[in-house]
């Protein structure tokens, strides 16, 4: 039987990040990603974007020509409360997305539901790359609460 650890030197195990019951979740459909298929004449990539918790967040992701409250898909568009973001070192810098024409609008992210999300950016170089979303509790509150897709590469 292997001795116990010392407790004044031992340190923590190091755990692996998993995903908190009771947010949103961006899930990729793969690791690795062009250019070409960022750039908005392609369409651009699309995630989804799930809401595990039992609760309705809101979220500035939608699109403001679309008068609905609750819409798929959601963009992550300048403007929003949604970026894509580059690894430069050890920081994330926000990249250039897309200009929706009518602008964008606070839309509801309700429970147990995924939505498509389309990120779009003609400025995406070779990289690594993740999708930040920012939200909230209720329609009208300031976006506290952020989850965070996997890191993700471009070539």
């Known amino acids: 039987m292997p001795p116990a650890p010392d407790p004044t030197t031992a340190k923590p195990p190091i755990r692996t990040p998993r995903s908190v019951a009771g947010q949103l979740t961006i899930a990729l459909s793969k690791s690795t990603y062009s250019t070409s298929e960022l750039n908005p004449s392609s369409g651009g990539v699309r995630a989804t974007l799930g809401n595990t918790a039992d609760q309705t967040f809101y979220s500035m992701i939608g699109d403001a020509f679309n008068g609905a409250a609750e ?12 970026s894509l973001e580059r690894q430069q070192g050890s920081d994330w810098v926000a990249v250039t997305g897309v200009q929706m024409i009518e602008g964008v609008k606070i839309v509801s992210i309700r429970p147990g539901k995924s939505y498509d999300l389309i990120v779009q950016s003609s400025a ?19 976006a506290s609460l952020r989850s965070v897709s996997p890191t993700f590469e471009v070539r």
């Open 124 to 142: 995406a170089t070779a990289g690594n790359y993740r999708i930040v979303v920012a939200y909230r509790n209720t329609a009208t509150g300031s």
């Open 71 to 82: 819409q798929n898909p959601l963009y992550v568009a300048n403007g929003s409360d949604a």
